[in-house]
Nanobody
Framework: QVHVVESGGGSVQAGGSLRLSCAAS????????MGWFRQAPGKEREAVAV???????YYADSVKGRFTISQDNAKKTVFLQMNSLEPEDTAMYYC??????????????????WGQGTQVTVSS
């Protein structure tokens, strides 16, 4: 069984920063494709950032230049550094991992394992 656990959410004022962490473990855990998604009330879950092979990255247009996804050398933890936060970034943020061998792309259908989410609230 795979466990994905996020941490680091919280409340900040606009312009502030937060750093999210995601730890995943399990016998079938794949670390080659991992991503951060977010879901605001009444909206669909959307991809924020995805990292493949520890280096290739994807960012949603709305966060380019402000968010950075990274992965540690052992591929056990994924981070999302969020700078210049805006009220529009307010959402529940989820970390996700895909089984090894699957095609990696920025949509929730590409991911198999999900964390419980961590809330990010940005006030104006």
């Amino acid at each position: 069984q795979v466990h994905v656990v996020e941490s680091g959410g919280g409340s900040v004022q606009a312009g502030g920063s937060l750093r999210l962490s995601c730890a995943a473990s399990g016998s079938t855990y794949g670390s080659n494709c991992m991503g951060w998604f977010r879901q605001a009330p009444g909206k669909e879950r959307e991809a924020v950032a995805v990292i493949y092979g520890g280096r290739s990255t994807y960012y949603a247009d709305s966060v380019k230049g402000r968010f950075t996804i990274s992965q540690d050398n052992a591929k056990k933890t994924v981070f999302l550094q969020m700078n210049s936060l805006e009220p529009e970034d307010t959402a529940m943020y989820y970390c996700a991992a895909a089984r090894d061998g699957r095609l990696c792309y920025a949509h929730r259908s590409a991911f198999d394992y999900w964390g419980q989410g961590t809330q990010v609230t940005v006030s104006s």
